[in-house]
């Protein structure tokens, strides 16, 4: 079923993927729900990993909670990394 809300975003969407004599864009895809997911798992993992070996660093070494936050932060940059290789396709 179509609500009036629907019908103007596809309206919309239509209007925005043509040129001005009406032919239509050649426009990238939009990423699947499977991609975007695949990039949530990527990022936890990343962040995840980057955490859990800082931790183990710092019950290791006894050096409180330095390469947790060390960890943490190389975990972002890769998962910032490796969302920007898998997206880049798409932009």
Same mark, same amino acid.
């Given at each position: ?23 239509? $864009? ?7 729900? $499977?991609?975007?997911? @695949? ?8 962040? @995840? $990993?980057? /955490?859990? @070996? ?15 936050? /060390?960890?943490?932060?190389? @975990?972002?940059?890769?998962? $910032? !990394?490796? /969302?920007?290789?898998?997206?880049? !396709?798409?932009?």
């Amino acid at each position: 079923m179509h609500t009036a809300g629907s019908a103007g975003v596809v309206l919309l969407v239509t209007t925005l993927r043509r040129d001005n004599d009406g032919a239509k $864009v050649n426009s990238k895809p939009a990423p699947s729900l $499977v991609t975007l997911l @695949g990039m949530g798992v990527t990022t936890a993992l990343c962040v @995840g $990993v980057g /955490v859990g @070996g800082g931790y183990w660093l710092d019950e290791t070494l006894s050096t409180g909670l330095t390469f947790t936050f /060390v960890g943490l932060g190389l @975990g972002i940059a890769a998962a $910032v !990394a490796a /969302v920007y290789f898998e997206i880049r !396709a798409f932009l």
